[in-house]
């Protein structure tokens, strides 16, 4: 889930913030945003799925991750319907996986699990 959801994201999000950072901010203002959201927005994506593809600070690039692709989906894909074009059908897929991560957390193989000090064998 960790991998695929912070891949997506960074390729996703990438030209964005290496191209079309300015171009998506007066995006987010014709969405009725300020256009400073849409630099957040870039960042937010960009960064939270770096930080989910290692499987660093988990949990809470997760919570923020849901909460960038909720309002997306608000904002952009609920008007076109589920399946229709740009619907919601993709980001809420995104949405899911990172609700998940929440619970899940990052799993073994991931800088949080090895920052703690956690081994794959059980200690007693």
Not at 74 to 86: E, S
Request: glycine share 12%; hydrophobic share 55%; aromatic share 12%.
């Amino acid at each position: 889930m960790r991998l695929s959801l912070g891949l997506t994201l960074v390729v996703h999000s990438s030209h964005q913030v290496f191209n079309g950072s300015a171009r998506h901010a007066q995006v987010v203002s014709a969405l009725g945003l300020p256009p400073w959201l849409g630099y957040i927005y870039v960042l937010t994506e960009f960064l939270g799925g770096l930080f989910v593809l290692a499987g660093f600070f988990t949990r809470a690039a997760a919570f923020i991750l849901c909460i960038d692709v909720v309002i997306a989906i608000w904002k952009v894909n609920w008007h076109n319907g589920l399946t229709g074009d740009h619907g919601f059908e993709f980001p809420l897929a995104l949405a899911t996986l990172a609700f998940a991560l929440i619970f899940f957390g990052a799993g073994p193989i991931a800088l949080d699990h090895i920052l703690r000090g956690g081994s794959t064998v059980s200690k007693r």
